[in-house]
């Protein structure tokens, strides 16, 4: 199993100009997550799924789009890219439950920065 | 508001032991995570507590008390490849995980 894959690994952009983050996990898990993590702070979360079709607003949500179209992917998008975008963003999922707290599986993140 | 406080930077030596400490408040508590992250890879799982007490995982044990709103990771026969980041998470009372800024830890030969 690969467990939870993000693509692509780094990329550079320039201001304005938009992106898609790709995550992919092979592990049937229900809630998938979009975070950045930024020096000095806690990863904060952007968007999260419970299922598939369903999508969240997190803590950071602005500038920032989500699909689930199906179980295994999470797309996460840029519109129109800015500095402050400038992070690294990991994709994590976890097993289905409301009633117990899981552990999240995370991808290796991608590295994005925003000229 | 919410807050998860851990120290920023450690160091200790090989061999040694050291205790990282986390502090929160949230709203609502469905369990505390914590999670090792060596530079430039993904966060790893190290350990769950929900009640209080010490929980030990080979070299690793985590403490949590709730009344207090306090845990450690307590790290014992340091090697090098335990330099890292050590993460302290907590799950609120929607099950989302509020994360501390992480302590970096450095060990010394």
């Known amino acids: 199993n690969a467990g939870v894959t993000q693509t692509p690994k780094f990329r550079v952009l320039k201001t304005g100009q938009s992106m898609t983050l790709l995550c992919a996990q092979d592990?049937?898990?229900?809630?998938m997550y979009w975070y950045r993590q930024d020096p000095g702070m806690g990863l904060r979360l952007i968007h999260y799924?419970?299922?598939?079709?369903?999508?969240a607003k997190g803590e950071v949500p602005d500038g920032y789009n989500v699909s689930r179209l199906k179980k295994q992917n999470f797309l996460l998008g840029l519109e129109s890219a800015a500095p402050s975008q400038t992070s690294v963003y990991f994709c994590?999922?976890?097993?289905?439950?409301?009633?117990?707290?899981?552990?999240?599986?995370f991808g290796p993140g991608t590295r994005l920065t925003v000229t | 508001g919410q807050n998860i406080d851990q120290p920023t930077e450690m160091t200790a030596t090989e061999g040694a032991i050291v205790q990282i400490n986390c502090t929160y408040q949230?709203?609502?508590?469905?369990?505390l995570f914590w999670y090792q992250q060596h530079a430039g890879e993904a966060p790893t799982f190290l350990s769950y507590?929900?009640l209080d007490g010490l929980e030990e995982k080979g070299r690793f044990s985590s403490f949590l008390s709730r009344s207090k709103g306090y845990s450690y990771l307590l790290l014992k026969e340091l090697q090098m490849k335990d330099s890292a980041s050590y993460l302290c998470?907590?799950?609120?009372?929607?099950?989302?995980?509020?994360w501390g800024a992480g302590t970096k830890l450095i060990i010394k030969p």
């Open positions: 998470a907590v799950m609120d009372s929607n099950y989302q995980l509020i």
């Open positions: 507590n929900v």
């Open positions: 994590a999922s976890t097993e289905e439950g409301m009633d117990r707290a899981y552990e999240q599986y």
């Open positions: 799924s419970v299922g598939e079709g369903t999508t």
């Open positions: 949230t709203s609502g508590f469905n369990g």
């Open positions: 592990m049937n898990h229900e809630y």
